[in-house]
């Protein structure tokens, strides 16, 4: 089985925007920017929010992280991200989700300005996509898709399942591979049967947000399998997805591990993104 | 086989709309109003418009075509638009595709108001809708699910199938049976071996444009068979639709004809659409 490696392509990624972000910087004296607007205290948002800092810093753009406490008010909320679409250094902005209850994350969506919007979640952004006019799309799905070019993995004709119809993976990740003219088929928790369908498919993307759900009777034989998943295995336990990765060895085609998977590809994506905004702005495309 | 008959559901809508419409002109002294805007002297869209304007008056809505000369420019197009969007006793606004090849349409349906867009067309309308927040859903798919609804046929749980992957109708109608909690495949042009998937479908909806391409060895026995397509049977022949629905009669558990099937209902959720924007625009929802 071939082991899609994350890790490796999102760094070939980072490599061909290193040179992008030193052109940027020549003709305008600043890097691409991306701002990320984090409120609250959650722990594994603070993880997520400082290694897409430290992935910026590592090609050369730059990055600020907008701590803003649990108690923000959803004014102070909106002030804070009208001050980003104005401010002429920011390229992108990312609003780090979930967000305190008592903030309404659609309100928020509805504030960043299209051209800032790093991980395309605006309803005109969303819009774009849906009608295949997006220059910039959701980073998860979009990573997906330049994994699976790196490696050479021809997307036409293929039959496909997305396990999964959330906003950011599933209905955009469907809809990038019909556009790559496979034919897809979205499965959800309402699913009869969902092993009938992933065992017809030639590639799967699995989104369902449980840990280790599937395994190899889920897949036929040659499949080409992507995890979308993260769970942490019980208090202080491995990081796993949601598939049983270790049983697809001698069976799938090729997999995602996770970590080391999807993930990265998240990530530079996003930074990917940025980078493209910026260059839209400054009218370099 | 029970034929599903838009006609007759439409007539039902209209019926449930027109205490709206009287409610609305007692309290703001006028009816909801279309404007539909219409470029150019192709035949079948001044049929179409016609039929809009006729079906609004049925009703008692208010309706105005705007006809603009094949000469339009892309800017006199705009202005129109604008006018349109500043008129407050205008409150859906329909243009009329296809439009001359050198006016730009993507350019047009971002002039469109949101709150006006009696299609939901515009970036901001369709990003709304994929992500699950729209009052106002495209005419065609939302049609279908009205139909369906008023025959009691549920859509939860069931296999569909959606042939064709339009802005339009494809891709919406895909979304709103995946909302219904339907497991939807979306194939299309690019799809081998078709009938393999529709054959396995409870439901299939077919938006694919080609005349009476499929039949009944494409479906299953009992299958709900929803036809999208409309075309002209040769030049003064009849009309006909995707599918061959004479060959469905004693197969399939429901189907749509063509003429008067869904047909009726695009036009019955335009109206639909133009009354709720109107309510909504004056406070009433």
């Not at 790196?150 to 399942?161: D, P, Q, S, T």
């Not at 369902?208 to 080409?224: H, N």
Request: hydrophobic share 40%; charged share 25%.
């Amino acid at each position: 089985m071939l082991v899609l490696n994350g890790k490796e392509v999102a760094k070939e990624v980072r490599s061909s925007l290193a040179p992008r972000v030193t052109r940027f910087m020549k003709e305008f004296g600043r890097a691409p920017h991306l701002a990320v607007v984090l409120v609250g205290d959650d722990g594994a948002s603070h993880v997520y929010v400082k290694n897409k800092k430290i992935a910026c810093e590592s090609i050369g753009m730059s990055s600020t992280i907008h701590n803003m406490p649990t108690s923000t008010t959803q004014q102070e909320l909106d002030d804070k991200i009208q001050e980003l679409n104005q401010d002429p250094a920011v390229d992108g902005i990312l609003v780090q989700f979930p967000l305190p209850k008592h903030l309404n994350s659609d309100e928020v969506l509805r504030q960043i300005a299209p051209g800032k919007d790093a991980d395309s979640l605006t309803y005109e952004s969303m819009g774009l996509f849906f009608a295949g006019r997006a220059d910039v799309k959701p980073c998860t799905p979009e990573g997906v898709m330049t994994m699976l070019r790196h490696y050479g993995i021809a997307v036409e004709g293929k039959r496909a399942v997305v396990v999964g119809r959330s906003n950011i993976v599933g209905k955009p990740m469907a809809q990038l591979l019909t556009d790559a003219n496979a034919t897809v088929t979205v499965c959800h928790s309402r699913t009869k049967n969902l092993s009938e369908f992933t065992r017809q498919a030639d590639l799967v993307v699995v989104a369902a947000g449980k840990a280790r759900m599937l395994g190899k009777e889920d897949f036929k034989k040659d499949a080409i399998v992507i995890d979308v998943g993260i769970h942490r295995d019980g208090p202080g336990g491995k990081l796993c997805g949601d598939v049983r990765f270790e049983e697809l060895t001698q069976w799938a085609q090729a997999a995602t591990p996770v970590p080391g998977g999807v993930g990265p590809m998240t990530i530079a994506t996003l930074l990917q993104n940025t980078c493209l905004l910026a260059e839209k702005r400054a009218g370099l495309r």
